[in-house]
């Protein structure tokens, strides 16, 4: 067995018995091989909406729908997943082209989201729900040390709003740049425009998902001129 693999088990506690399940989930199209990744990452976001789903019901019980499904889309993103893989330091265990690999494919938010996603859905495939339920937990325990609705949920189009108005008194604008992907997969791209002029722009697998990173971006931006 390929011992990068080895390493990347024994960060997840798991070997798999079908190391050509954990291989596919870690090669990026680019890599040009007769599979890839796409199809376990479809199954993995599926099953990592369900696992955080259930995951908030447990942990707030006395918090309405409406609040839990903001909670699950502050955790259920490419930017939450990018930062469970990093755990793992996926990063280092995909393949992936030498065009890629020099375009820093290794560090791109949106391959180690896909990534991770895929990796999830091979775990489902082999081991089950349960174990599926008990690596993501852990990851999310140590991603999140302070589970609260306080500090996994921040509305950062409100916080650009009330900062903008202070210090411009303009509001920030959200302009769609473009949607793409297959349509059960659909991404869009928010750029925020602050008196006439482009902040930031991310994307997200909503426009509302889009508009929270990109106002996030933006935050951090104004941060630095300040």
Do not use: W
């Amino acid at each position: 067995m390929d011992e990068n693999l080895k390493v990347l088990q024994r960060r997840l506690d798991y070997q798999f018995k079908n190391q050509n399940l954990i291989i596919e989930a870690l090669t990026h199209k680019s890599y040009k091989k007769p599979y890839n990744n796409e199809r376990l990452e479809f199954l993995g976001d599926a099953v990592l909406d369900l696992i955080v789903g259930e995951y908030l019901y447990y942990k707030f019980p006395n918090v309405a729908e409406g609040e839990l499904s903001k909670l699950r889309a502050s955790l259920v993103n490419e930017k939450g997943f990018q930062r469970l893989a990093e755990i793992l330091n996926l990063g280092e265990h995909i393949y992936i082209s030498l065009a890629e690999e020099n375009n820093k494919g290794r560090e791109k938010s949106s391959l180690l989201s896909n990534a991770f996603e895929a990796l999830m859905g091979a775990l489902y495939l082999e081991a089950g729900l349960s174990k599926c339920r008990e690596v993501c937990v852990s990851l999310l325990e140590l991603a999140y040390p302070v589970i609260d609705m306080d500090s996994i949920f921040r509305d950062f189009k409100t916080t650009l709003q009330e900062l903008t108005q202070a210090r411009f008194g303009d509001t920030p604008e959200y302009r769609l740049v473009r949607s793409f992907g297959p349509d059960h997969k659909k991404e869009f791209e928010m750029a925020v425009i602050i008196q006439n002029r482009e902040i930031s722009r991310a994307i997200g697998k909503s426009k509302k998902e889009a508009q929270q990173a990109s106002a996030q971006l933006a935050l951090e931006v104004l941060k630095e001129k300040s």
